[in-house]
């Protein structure tokens, strides 16, 4: 159950950061080679991301993964 509060939270800060720079799922997909799906997944809180797939979205977000994931 634990895990599911901390994917939640992680998922609403990705979410915050990818609207606050004015992107689209779609256009976060383009830009990491991520999935569009697999990106709204994370942004629900459904799945637990790899750091790989952290490390993408924070270069993209221009800001350390430590800090895309500080508060989740």
């Known amino acids: 159950m634990r895990g ?9 800060r990705i979410y915050e950061e990818r609207v606050k720079r004015g992107l689209s799922q ?4 383009g830009i990491t080679s991520l999935h569009r799906t697999h990106i709204t997944r994370i942004e ?12 993408k979205l924070a ?12 508060g989740a």
């Not at 779609?26 to 997909?29: D, I, N, T």
């Not at 629900?44 to 490390?55: C, D, E, M």
């Not at 270069?59 to 500080?70: G, Q």
């Open 44 to 55: 629900q809180g459904k799945t637990n991301p790899k750091y790989g797939t952290l490390n």
């Open 26 to 29: 779609e256009q976060l997909s």
């Open 59 to 70: 270069r993209k977000f221009k800001m350390p993964v430590w800090k895309l994931v500080k």
């Open 4 to 12: 599911n509060y901390i994917y939640k939270q992680l998922g609403k």
